[in-house]
């Protein structure tokens, strides 16, 4: 087995025996990147330079018998929107093509403090709005299973460098479903902690409600490794929550026995698609044998959530990306005569369509005389879907879901119709409307090979109960042993 | 219809700059000056992905000013975002309060001729500042100065309850000198610390209906907020006189031709699509974080002012005007300490201080020396060491140049003439010159006296001691 083929954790053993150099792993990364990215397309820059000479630093550190952190020289792939010092955050976006960070986001001082190394950011549709990585400025990434499909987004450049074995595992981030969807349609596992888990400093802001930095990883003890590293309060971020440090990997247990599973009908419904559905009954026959007891219910008011989630959503966005005006940093047009068109001019040039698309519509549903016709009443309409879910979690201490109501699509197919893009959405979003964790766990292919993820949901701060299912789950079954990426559908 | 007819109706935005030592969402300074761009960061700046911290000393500022100003305080607010676009702002939002502001329901009272008046306060709301444009003088362009960006500022917003300019003047100088004694805000008008939006209207007295009104913004000296009102307020009057309509719209003061203009036209109407700012966590304040700071106040000018009355026997005229700024109230209580002389210490400030601020332009917190020198001079003039035409001069020269009035007095010679024989010379040598005036005081003119005091004076370049002057001029005249 190749050293890129492993996930984090057996790297780790092999590092701590001796048996391998955190030189060795990172070169075979980036000897992978060149094998595979030319076709995958997952990397907006990568940083093999900086990397290597890290890899060798901690190495010899290693030599010298130097106190250094497990995972010291482990490799990580950074999703383009969070910042790290003196590298390029681009966001895909030609706007921020040339803006360096001058600081590292809080995720990347944690990661620092452990001496990971960057392989490089990764590809997202633009200011991670959307959902198949096509809105990328730059390129679009191809999924690594069927390379004429879209790898899901906005984090699939995080997703199908896992997925092809580009890096041991990435940060994505999440604020529709942006972490879950693409690991779905990948097949790898894909986890959005609790709102306020995460510190979102550094994290460039599409809708601050809602976003969440999360891991992406080959499998679910990696997923509560990596979470230990970045979950916390941070003083720099006011809505992250202050909570008790916890081991994530404590709740790598193998037994559901008398764990309640709740499954809301109304995601099984006519929108999903038959195999996905019937990858969904399998989960749940495999949860019944593993002695969980897995119950229908209803969540109907979700049926709004979407709705709620592209007011809110691109509410927030609308302001958030009023800073990108052209004067301080970033893309400014060469066109102009004066301030207006500075801005106008800097703007239509520099944010692509969906990205557009979103700032009108946030800035048309904050307008006076329709704000309380939208962005209030989505507000209202949040807090009962928060209530909801409250109640489900009374009975249940999971809900199951589909991640996605199909496998990947093909490229360009939703491109040209926005609605059905959003709809690509809709098992995932009210989770953040909720601000719930959830992680997509990869369970089946469907008939064409392509893989299905299914979705599990707890309260807020309930990741132990989703990391136990899953570990569960996946010591259980094979997906990782039967399934792997098979690069076809390429032009050559 | 004469403009007597008119009732002139004000209501004030005031922005006042509060004197934390860091910004209000991130921990640059808020000093004044300092070269464009040395204290901003990647917060300040707006750099992506950054993250506001609200500074929790603006809320406890503000609530210091809520409770100074008679608000109720909300235990529950937020903040918002005011959404626009403009070089200075970098996140082309500001952050400030909508709909639940810190503070509400307040008031102050100002003294006016006809007595005191009550002033209510709508609100009292915390915001950060923007940053600066400097517009190049070569003609190279605007440069964006971002030092004063996130500066915190609280507003505060009065009802209409003004009705004249000097009921203006009186309102915003009562605010500004709670706001020094509570110690939020250094104040200074002339570094744009504490400004004015200025809203205007007219109506016919015994309207019960407000006229429309102009809003004139960031005025920020009180006398050109004075003009301001009297041009806009006149300029009202003759539009609806001649039969035409106030169009409600921002005027720009100039104060160079001193008349108002339009600003923007109404295409421009601004949307500022507020909503409350997702990056922030609402402010919540238990009932005892605000007893806390009840209890940390200071003493307020009212309070002083009826000490001063009852302690130091004040007159209601020299204990207003002593407690109008803590400048004044602070130098006049150092002063006493020091000569024991409420009476003095308080005439000169009302009377020689004033005048020389005003003859500067200055403000009180200009004053460049402090009550111990203002004591030492009571004291000389007490001692009858200087006469007090002399002090006028220590004055003068103590705002050119401070230090100790013993020696100012020492190094100019001014030191007062009590030598008996000395003034017996001069008197002698005045009465020589001036025989008409000794016939007319002798032929029962008292006023003659005066006169001649008067020339003794000017020979000794006010030196003389003028009651020995007096008594023996008297001596000589009844010889």
């Known amino acids: 087995m190749e050293l890129y083929e492993l996930t984090v954790h057996e790297l780790i053993d092999k590092l701590e025996k001796g048996e391998t150099t ?82 590292d986001a809080m995720v990347i001082e944690k990661l620092n403090a452990e001496d990971m190394i960057y392989l490089g950011k990764m590809n997202m549709d633009e200011f991670a709005m959307g959902s198949s990585t096509e809105n990328s400025a730059f390129f679009p990434t191809h999924n690594p299973w069927d390379l004429s499909r879209v790898p899901g987004g906005s984090s699939g450049g995080s997703a199908a460098a896992v997925a092809s074995d580009m890096a041991p595992w990435t940060l994505g981030s999440d604020t529709g479903g942006s972490i879950r969807q693409p690991a779905s349609l990948c097949g790898v596992v894909g986890l959005k902690p609790t709102y306020g888990m995460v510190s979102r400093f550094g994290l460039v802001a599409f809708a601050s409600s809602l976003d969440q930095i999360g891991p992406i990883t080959k499998d679910v003890t990696d997923s509560a490794l990596l979470l230990n590293l970045i979950a916390g309060h941070d003083e720099r971020d006011t809505t992250s929550i202050e909570t008790p440090k916890k081991d994530y990997t404590k709740s790598l247990i193998n037994d559901v026995k008398g764990m309640k599973i709740g499954v809301p009908k109304e995601y099984l419904g006519e929108g999903t698609s038959a195999e996905v559905k019937e990858a969904m009954f399998k989960v749940i026959k495999k949860y019944q044998e593993l002695g969980a007891t897995v119950e229908e219910c209803s969540l109907d008011i979700g049926q709004y959530a979407s709705a709620v989630y592209y007011i809110l959503a691109c509410a927030e966005a609308s302001s958030n990306l009023g800073r990108f005006d052209g004067i301080r940093y970033g893309y400014r047009t060469e066109n102009c005569e004066n301030l207006k068109d500075i801005y106008k001019n800097s703007r239509s040039e520099g944010f692509g369509a969906e990205v557009k698309r979103r700032i009108i519509l946030g800035t048309y549903v904050l307008s006076s005389g329709y704000y309380d016709a939208y962005y209030k009443k989505a507000q209202k309409v949040r807090t009962i879907i928060k209530k909801a879910y409250n109640e489900l979690f009374e009975k249940y201490d999971l809900l199951l879901t589909p ?26 979003v009210p989770v953040n409307i909720g601000g719930l964790p959830g992680m997509s766990i990869p369970c089946d292919v469907d008939s064409e090979g392509l893989p299905i993820g299914f979705q599990l949901i707890a309260k807020p701060f309930a990741e132990e109960t989703i990391f136990r299912a899953a570990y569960t789950y996946e010591q259980n079954t094979n997906f990782r042993e039967e399934h792997r990426p098979t690069f076809k559908g390429g032009e050559q | 219809m004469p403009k007597e007819d008119y009732e002139i109706v004000i209501g004030l935005e005031v922005h006042c700059e509060l004197s934390t030592k860091t910004k209000i969402f991130c921990s640059c300074s808020t000093e004044f000056g300092g070269e464009p761009n040395t204290h901003c960061c990647p917060i300040c700046m707006a750099m992506p992905g950054t993250l506001p911290v609200l500074n929790e000393k603006v809320v406890e500022y503000a609530v210091k000013a809520g409770l100074a100003t008679n608000c109720k305080i909300a235990q529950n607010s937020k903040n918002d975002r005011k959404n626009y676009f403009y070089p200075d702002l970098p996140k082309a939002y500001q952050i400030s309060q909508y709909d639940m502001p810190l503070c509400y329901d307040g008031y102050v009272n100002i003294e006016t001729e006809e007595g005191e008046k009550t002033i209510r306060l709508e609100r009292i709301h915390i915001e950060e500042d923007a940053g600066k444009l400097n517009h190049d003088d070569y003609g190279r362009g605007t440069f964006v100065d971002l030092n004063r960006a996130g500066v915190p500022l609280i507003e505060c917003v009065s009802k209409p309850d003004l009705r004249s300019k000097e009921e203006v003047d009186a309102y915003l100088r009562k605010l500004k000198s709670i706001f020094e004694y509570i110690e939020i805000s250094d104040c200074k008008m002339q570094e744009g610390s504490l400004r004015a939006d200025v809203n205007v209207s007219v109506r016919k007295k015994g309207a ?5 009104r102009t809003e004139m913004k960031n005025m920020n000296s009180f006398r050109s907020i004075s003009r301001a009102i009297e041009y806009e307020a006149n300029r009202q009057i003759e539009v609806l006189e001649n039969g035409g309509e106030i169009t409600q719209e921002t005027l720009r003061w100039d104060d160079i031709s001193g008349k108002t203009f339009s600003m923007r036209d109404k295409e421009d109407a601004q949307d500022y699509r507020y909503f409350p700012d997702p990056d922030l966590v609402a402010i919540r304040l238990s009932d005892e974080y605000i007893e806390n700071i009840k209890n940390s106040l200071p003493e307020l000018p009212e309070s002083r002012k009826k000490r001063y009355l009852e302690e130091y026997k004040l007159i209601p005229k020299a204990a207003n005007f002593v407690t109008s700024s803590k400048y004044y109230s602070d130098l006049f209580e150092e002063a006493i300490a020091i000569c024991k002389n409420p009476k003095t210490a308080s005439n000169l400030l009302m009377s020689e201080v004033a005048r020389i601020l005003n003859e500067r332009e200055e403000e009180p917190d200009q004053i460049p020396f402090s009550g111990k020198e203002l004591g030492e001079l009571v004291e000389l003039i007490d001692k009858g060491t200087i006469s007090s035409s002399i002090s006028k001069k220590v004055l003068e020269e103590l705002f050119e140049n401070p230090k100790s009035p013993s020696k100012i007095i020492e190094e100019k010679g001014w030191i007062q003439i009590s030598d008996e024989g000395a003034i017996k010379e001069v008197v002698s040598k005045i009465l020589e010159a001036n025989p008409q005036s000794v016939a007319d005081f002798k032929a029962g003119k008292d006023r003659a006296l005066g006169f001649l005091v008067g020339q003794a004076m000017k020979e000794t370049k006010g030196k003389a001691n003028p009651q020995m002057l007096n008594q023996l001029f008297l001596e000589e005249l009844k010889k």
């Open chain 1, 403 to 428: 991640v996605s109501p199909t496998t990947a699509f093909k490229m360009s197919e939703k491109l040209s119709d926005p609605l059905q893009m959003y709809l690509a959405d809709i098992c995932t």
């Open chain 2, 208 to 212: 019960t209906e407000f006229g429309t």
């Open chain 1, 22 to 103: 955190s030189e060795e792993i990172t070169k075979s990364y980036f000897d992978r990147i060149k094998e595979k990215d030319g076709q995958v397309k997952a990397y907006v820059s990568t940083m093999e330079e900086q990397a290597i000479a890290k890899a060798k630093q901690i190495d010899s550190d290693r030599k010298a018998g130097k106190k250094l952190s497990k995972f010291a020289g482990i490799p990580i792939g950074i999703k383009d929107n969070m910042c790290i010092t003196g590298t390029c955050t681009t966001c895909s976006s030609k706007m921020l093509e040339n803006f360096v960070a001058p600081y």
